[in-house]
């Protein structure tokens, strides 16, 4: 009986996930509805019976996964970029935030203060996963979007680091009657969870440099560490384990030479997953009596996390900055919790009712009381909060290329040579790095994992082509994008008809497959620029009309028309050329095309050639 529960929770996981994604909400909100109606509302699902002595295990295991994930992107050379506002509100405005809440829960609440330190601590981190979906909607002017994005990746693992700290730090309180034990005690189990983190990330270290550990092996066997590192130091030191893992994530993030995308790769994977289950067990533990205790003091006790704690966080974040007022306004609404808080909390929460502290019964309830309203409340005024105050971005306008390959590049520097916003994304580092060289903006990995969205200018896109020569990075970048923007503005180079598995692709992916023509595959492309082809921009006009232009050009491959606009925010237009094109270019606009090497000098008056565009020969393409 007990599987079909655990199938079901994967299978509802999967649904909640499926219907944020088609809405285009956090998942957050889908996962506690499903929880609540699986537990509270409908008694369907009962966690303590369904695991029994397995549950706080089971959460605590899965809990460090996520802490571990979350750590790994925390760099602490990224630090000195994000500007002094966001350090600020990870430092100062952390502290501020934590005060208020703390003192809020034992003046207001009354709740025992040890339950109240520990909740301002866990109430600290925003979530990342939920900023990301709520920005892409609100469009926010790019300081807004660049703080709030960079304060959920940097508080993640730094806020949950810290409630981590005060969590230990009261619990060793409540059990010690002597100070001088409890200062021992504290920084004993500091000094297991930093010592087993730091051996833990030394240890992985070597075993990938010297090449011990087979690649095939590396996800597996860091999982493997992270959970024994996790159990150990809490054998070790009571409530040391989730520091050890933080610690470690945070050694590994910061090794320059390891290569662990992989490892990233697999851990959001699975926290995804784990996140998922995890969330709909720990709501379907609410009771409906606990749910009932909303009454005025949990009303005002919301009002001042809203109200107060953020909005003076900000005021002592951006003190002595030219962070605008209506910026500074919008940055005090938007604060919404998530799953790091609702995951640690629990575990928070279960240890401390084993310990017979006082309140911790009521921990939970408040948390995910605070992650509903949050959410929800945040999530349907921001965008129209963003637009009152008139600090919403410019109409998109950024194009990315999927794929920074020698032709993706001789492409994107030729349209930011007239005036268009580029942007590259490539898993390759090779040719990450020499659009990096040549000026070009380029996210290394793929566009469309969950760490793209923290890092790409997914607010600012206006279009999307795909110029992968490897057709299953573009079918998954086809996929992706036509959800996030729409269908028609995607594009995709055309896959080989020859390619076995040409007739299995998605219908979505089939349709978008028009770029450049019949004849724009990635092979001709390619072929035509290592021969010596060159990117050229030709202006239309009545003396030389396209029709003029087709038989003076006869092999040249018309990639873009472009249109110049009294537009400040767009000021050229960018028209793709494809299959199924309808309006050609007319006079005024210019053709944007591949030339072959020998190309014909025209003397026309009328012509007017912009600035080739060469493609350096000696870059590595991809297979």
């Known amino acids: 009986m007990s599987a079909i529960y655990i199938a079901g929770i994967a299978v509802c996981s999967v649904l909640a996930q499926w219907l944020a994604w088609a809405f285009k909400v956090p998942a957050i909100l889908f996962l506690l509805l499903v929880g609540l109606a699986l537990g509270p509302f409908s008694g369907t699902l009962d966690p303590d ?24 992107t925390l760099h602490f050379k990224e630090l000195k970029g994000i500007g ?33 330190a520990v909740l301002g601590a866990v109430l600290v981190v925003t979530g990342p996963t939920v900023i990301a979906p709520m920005l892409n909607a609100m469009r926010p002017d790019k300081d807004i979007d660049r703080i709030l994005r960079w304060e959920g990746i940097v508080i993640d693992p730094i806020g949950a680091l810290f409630a981590v700290l005060v969590f230990e730090a009261v619990t060793l309180v409540g059990s010690a009657e002597v100070l001088s034990h409890t200062l021992w005690a504290l920084v004993s189990t500091l000094g297991v969870g930093i010592t087993i983190g730091v051996v833990a990330g030394w240890l992985t270290s070597v075993l990938i440099r010297r090449e011990w550990l087979p690649f ?34 945070i050694w590994l993030a910061n090794q320059d030479d390891l290569e662990i995308d992989s490892v990233l790769e697999f851990k959001e994977d699975l926290s995804m997953i784990l996140i998922s289950s ?131 590049r001789a492409i994107a520097k030729g349209l930011k040579e007239q005036h268009i916003d580029i942007y590259l994304s490539d898993p390759a580092w090779e040719n990450c790095k020499m659009a990096r060289m040549d000026g ?19 607010t600012s896109l206006k279009s999307v082509l795909a110029l992968s020569p490897n057709r299953h990075h573009n079918a998954l ?110 006079v005024g606009e210019k053709v944007f095309a591949l030339q072959p090497p020998k190309l014909s000098v025209l003397k026309d008056t009328a012509l007017q050639k912009e600035g080739p565009v060469g493609a350096k020969l000696s870059d590595q393409q991809m297979s």
């Open 477 to 586: 970048g086809v996929q992706y994008f036509s959800h996030l923007l729409t269908e028609q503005q995607v594009y995709s180079l055309k896959s080989s008809t020859n390619h076995a598995k040409a007739n299995k692709d998605s219908a979505t992916f089939l349709s978008r497959q028009v770029l450049f023509g019949e004849e724009g595959n990635y092979a001709k492309l390619s072929s035509m620029m290592a021969k010596g082809g060159k990117v050229s921009v030709t202006r239309i006009s009545e003396e030389f009309s396209w029709q003029q232009y087709q038989e003076v050009n006869p092999e040249a491959i018309p990639l873009f028309v472009l249109t110049e606009q009294n537009n400040d925010e767009e000021p050229v237009k960018l028209r793709p050329f494809t299959t199924n094109m309808e309006k050609l270019p007319d």
């Open 84 to 116: 002094k506002v966001v350090r600020n509100l990870c430092s100062i405005g952390m502290l501020t935030t934590f005060a208020i809440i703390s003192l809020s829960a034992i003046y207001i609440l009354e709740l025992n203060w040890q339950v109240a």
């Open 278 to 408: 995890l969330f709909i067990l720990l709501a379907a533990r609410l009771k409906l009596e606990d749910l009932m205790l909303l009454d005025i003091k949990v009303f005002i006790f919301l009002a001042i996390v809203l109200f107060i704690a953020r909005p003076l966080s900000i005021l002592v974040s951006t003190f002595n900055t030219d962070l605008p007022l209506k910026s500074r306004i919008l940055l005090s609404w938007i604060a919404p919790r998530g799953i790091v808080a609702a995951a640690v909390g629990s575990v928070f929460a279960l240890s401390m009712t084993k310990s017979g502290i006082v309140d911790s019964h009521k921990m939970v309830p408040l948390i995910f009381t605070v992650i509903i309203v949050t959410v929800v409340l945040q999530s349907l005024t921001a965008t129209p909060f963003a637009r009152l105050l008139g600090v919403r971005q410019p109409k998109p306008s950024t194009v990315l290329l999927i794929g920074a390959n020698h032709v993706a």
């Open 440 to 458: 070009l903006p380029c996210y290394y990995g793929n566009p469309q994992s969950e760490h793209a969205e923290r890092y790409l200018p997914l």
């Open 216 to 249: 095939e092996l590396h996800k597996f066997a860091i999982l493997a560490l992270v959970l024994f590192s996790f159990t150990l130091a809490n054998h070790l030191s009571h409530e040391s384990g989730l520091l050890a893992v933080t610690v470690f994530g």
């Open 49 to 72: 019976l369904l695991l029994g002595d397995l549950l706080f295990p089971v959460v605590s295991l899965s809990v460090a996964v996520i802490l571990f994930e979350g750590s790994l």
